[in-house]
């Protein structure tokens, strides 16, 4: 989520070290001007504490590099909403201020207008950030983020030409504040299938009970070669040991 961060994973990717790199959709798009900006507690201070914070205008802009598409696993929320009383808990005290944003309505529309509609990532990477990856890392594809036979059918329609408005007076949350207030873009979400079944197309059409938990498998995608790796380290040790002692 920071200029610093970006370079050390660029140290480590090149040195062939496995990592994932998780910034939220928060981080990539608002900066602390508008934390800063003088309004009242509720909007700004208050609404934009999060962790990791955001960062100073330019930290935001660090994913537009060339080496962006090797950076960059996924693109998540950390979405946790708080309304205006609630944040109001930590007006005479910061650290009593509850920690969080939304995001998770509004993410694939800004990583869109920001990373596709600009020109940085093609089609295919916006998938592979926001679905693919995503599953693969939760150990639950194919069943996830794949259009294939045997999978569960989640898709998204998404119109490139459309536009679309951000705003606390239409957003689907019951909290009262957004942190996107009044952002425009292009690329907006007009369909939304679940099981094969469209659940959202401009009105919510799903009934409490019918989703269902899908249990993810400890270890998996991230940790394969692992061992291999370990085993080749441990061999390398040994043998450099051997030397250092023959020499000796």
């Given at each position: 989520?920071?200029?610093?961060?970006?370079?050390?994973i660029a140290r480590a990717k090149m040195s062939g070290m496995k990592l994932l790199r998780n910034p939220e959709v928060s981080g990539l798009v608002l900066n602390d001007f508008l934390?800063?900006?003088?309004?009242?507690?509720?909007?700004?201070?208050?609404?934009?504490?999060?962790?990791?914070?955001?960062?100073?205008?330019?930290?935001?802009?660090?994913?537009?590099?060339?080496?962006?598409?090797?950076?960059?696993?996924?693109?998540?929320?950390?979405?946790?909403?708080?309304?205006?009383?609630?944040?109001?808990?930590?007006?005479?005290?910061?650290?009593?201020?509850?920690?969080?944003?939304?995001?998770?309505?509004?993410?694939?529309?800004?990583?869109?207008?920001?990373?596709?509609?600009?020109?940085?990532?093609?089609?295919?990477?916006?998938?592979?950030?926001?679905?693919?990856?995503?599953?693969?890392?939760?150990?639950?594809?194919?069943?996830?983020?794949?259009?294939?036979?045997?999978?569960?059918?989640?898709?998204?329609?998404?119109?490139?030409?459309?536009?679309?408005?951000?705003?606390?007076?239409?957003?689907?949350?019951?909290?009262?504040?957004?942190?996107?207030?009044?952002?425009?873009?292009?690329?907006?979400?007009?369909?939304?299938?679940?099981?094969?079944?469209?659940?959202?197309?401009?009105?919510?059409?799903?009934?409490?009970?019918?989703?269902?938990?899908?249990?993810?498998?400890?270890?998996?995608?991230?940790?394969?070669?692992?061992?291999?790796?370990?085993?080749?380290?441990?061999?390398?040790?040994?043998?450099?040991?051997?030397?250092?002692?023959?020499?000796?």
């Amino acid at each position: 989520m920071s200029i610093d961060a970006t370079e050390e994973i660029a140290r480590a990717k090149m040195s062939g070290m496995k990592l994932l790199r998780n910034p939220e959709v928060s981080g990539l798009v608002l900066n602390d001007f508008l934390a800063l900006e003088p309004r009242d507690f509720a909007h700004c201070v208050a609404q934009y504490v999060m962790s990791p914070p955001i960062r100073k205008s330019g930290h935001d802009k660090s994913l537009s590099c060339p080496f962006l598409r090797i950076l960059l696993q996924l693109v998540g929320t950390d979405h946790c909403t708080f309304t205006k009383t609630q944040k109001a808990l930590g007006i005479d005290d910061f650290r009593k201020i509850p920690n969080g944003v939304n995001g998770i309505e509004e993410r694939m529309h800004l990583v869109w207008d920001l990373l596709v509609e600009s020109g940085q990532i093609s089609v295919m990477d916006y998938v592979r950030i926001t679905s693919t990856e995503c599953a693969r890392i939760f150990n639950i594809y194919p069943r996830k983020g794949a259009i294939m036979e045997g999978s569960d059918a989640d898709l998204i329609i998404l119109n490139p030409n459309a536009s679309f408005k951000i705003s606390a007076a239409s957003h689907h949350s019951r909290c009262d504040t957004n942190v996107y207030e009044g952002m425009t873009g292009m690329g907006k979400v007009e369909v939304t299938i679940s099981g094969g079944r469209i659940v959202w197309d401009g009105e919510l059409k799903v009934k409490p009970g019918s989703g269902k938990y899908i249990k993810m498998p400890p270890f998996g995608y991230l940790f394969e070669g692992i061992e291999k790796a370990d085993l080749a380290l441990l061999s390398s040790l040994h043998s450099s040991s051997r030397i250092g002692r023959s020499a000796a």
